[in-house]
């Protein structure tokens, strides 16, 4: 069965200051992966979404991931975060299908950002 | 548009009481799913549907019961609330238009739900 693992479970960072939160999943066949944000008291929203093609994706909010097959790898990174980015991101896998081709989501433990000031 | 709605958003319950988390969705989605989030363990889902009264086991469905009788509408039930049930819970919808690809899931601000 394939597994999601983020690394960190929280990771504080400074104003302006770039960050990256670590992805990594297990899975010996293709993968869609995906970023979402959950901002608090509120539902979940896709930052990002690799299906295929280019390794380098881009989302909103001027996030970006690489997806690195080698490594099983969907490392996220801002170059530089506002006090807004404040949120808890989540880390998921689609790769297998339920009936009627429903797709079901695989999603890591979560990965709070602290931006400090 | 709404988008997805989950009815209510905060409820207590005593252990062996029952109650039912409403899901809507105005996007008239084919595909609808139920998730619980837990600390630690990020979203695991419970059951999922893929239309009027088809649905489906996902990951963690003990205790829990669903029903799809309006394409709308996902309903999920607790007939006996149990303490290990505490949880906040979201709601998701996705259409349906190809195997081949991915068709993206919105999300439901949550149900956050107290077991005593």
């Known amino acids: 069965a394939q597994s999601v693992t983020q690394l960190d479970s929280q990771v504080p960072v400074f104003e302006e200051a770039p960050v990256e939160l670590r992805c990594n999943y297990s899975?010996?066949?293709?993968?869609?992966l995906f970023w979402y944000v959950q901002y608090p008291n509120q539902g979940l929203q896709l930052l990002l979404k690799y299906l295929s093609g280019s390794t380098l994706v881009k989302g909103i909010n001027g996030f970006e991931a690489e997806f690195n097959k080698s490594q099983t790898s969907f490392h996220l990174r801002k170059p530089s975060v506002h006090i807004s980015d404040t949120a808890e991101y989540f880390c998921a896998v689609s790769v297998s299908r339920g009936i009627q081709g429903a797709q079901k989501l695989v999603f890591g433990q979560g990965t709070r950002l602290t931006i400090n000031p | 548009n709404a988008g997805v709605t989950q009815t209510p958003k905060f409820r207590v319950l005593k252990t062996g009481q029952s109650m039912t988390l409403l899901c809507a969705q105005d996007m008239n989605h084919e595909y609808m799913y139920w998730y619980r989030q837990d600390p630690g363990m990020g979203l695991r889902l419970i059951h999922y549907?893929?239309?009027?009264?088809?649905?489906a086991k996902g990951e963690v469905p003990d205790g829990y019961n669903v029903s799809r009788l309006k394409k709308q509408n996902f309903l999920l039930g607790l007939e006996s609330a149990a303490p290990s049930q505490t949880s906040v819970y979201f709601c998701?919808?996705?259409?349906?238009?190809?195997?081949?690809?991915?068709?993206?899931?919105?999300f439901g601000p949550g149900t956050r739900l107290t077991v005593l």
């Open positions: 998701a919808s996705s259409t349906f238009r190809d195997y081949t690809i991915y068709n993206e899931q919105f």
């Open positions: 549907s893929v239309g009027e009264g088809t649905t």
């Open positions: 899975s010996s066949v293709s993968v869609y």
